[in-house]
């Protein structure tokens, strides 16, 4: 299996609402991320996990609350988001110890938008 | 920090032409990634490359590591129309994030 998925596909939300984003990985992968793409842009890394441990938080506001459960599966909670937080939410994978610790394999991604 | 500069922002050709995109940086990498993402869904990885002069190729697809570890080009040969979607390198030092190039965006004509 070497595939990352994500749900849901697409989720709207009010600003006072609160919901997760799910990811799941079953390649074995120990580090796991979250991005936030614009329109058009590069992806903007948010959170990094490593070992189910958070490694780097790209100075992400607190309305967005990452959690690793186990080594496959990353969540992300919302909660009191503003209208430009909507994005491509996009979870990868990607091995630690050696050296294909770069390549980082991607999910379909969420579509946020927040009303 | 670390910058990418990617070129060309955009290309508009036709069915069956080569396309040339490419990177450079300020500063060194020990990878270089590409990825291509269609409307909708997440970045695809298409080639890693991991060597000053590596030279892999992938299909159509062939790309090379720069011999100073400052750049990458990616060619596409003989485009098809499913070629159509925004590619992005991505330089990484080891153990640090990924620097991601603002993309190509290739529109091929049939």
């Known amino acids: 299996d070497t595939e990352v998925t994500q749900t849901p596909k697409h989720l709207v939300m009010g600003m006072t609402n609160k919901k997760s984003l799910k990811c799941e990985q079953h390649?074995?992968?120990?580090?796991m991320y979250w991005y936030k793409q614009k329109a058009k842009k590069p992806p903007e890394l948010m959170f990094v996990y490593s070992y189910e441990k958070l490694s780097i938080n790209e100075s992400v506001p607190s309305r967005f609350s990452p959690e690793c459960p186990n080594s496959s599966l990353l969540n992300l909670h919302l909660h009191a988001l503003q209208p430009e937080d909507s994005a491509l939410y996009l979870c990868?994978?990607?091995?630690?110890?050696?050296?294909?610790?770069?390549?980082?394999?991607f999910g379909p991604g969420t579509r946020l938008t927040v009303l | 920090g670390q910058q990418l500069n990617q070129s060309p922002q955009s290309m508009f050709i036709q069915e069956g032409e080569d396309v040339s995109m490419n990177c450079t940086s300020s500063?060194?990498?020990?990878?270089w990634l590409w990825y291509k993402q269609e409307p909708g869904e997440g970045p695809v990885l298409l080639i890693a490359?991991?060597?000053?002069?590596e030279l892999t190729s992938n299909g159509r697809l062939t790309a090379q590591f720069g011999i100073t570890r400052k750049d990458s080009f990616l060619n596409i040969s003989a485009s098809i129309p499913s070629d159509v979607g925004i590619y992005f390198c991505a330089g990484q030092l080891r153990g640090s994030r990924l620097t991601f190039g603002e993309g190509t965006q290739l529109t091929v004509n049939p």
């Open positions: 990868a994978s990607s091995q630690v110890d050696i050296i294909s610790y770069n390549e980082q394999f």
């Open positions: 490359l991991y060597k000053a002069g």
């Open positions: 390649m074995g992968h120990r580090a």
């Open positions: 500063s060194i990498f020990n990878t």
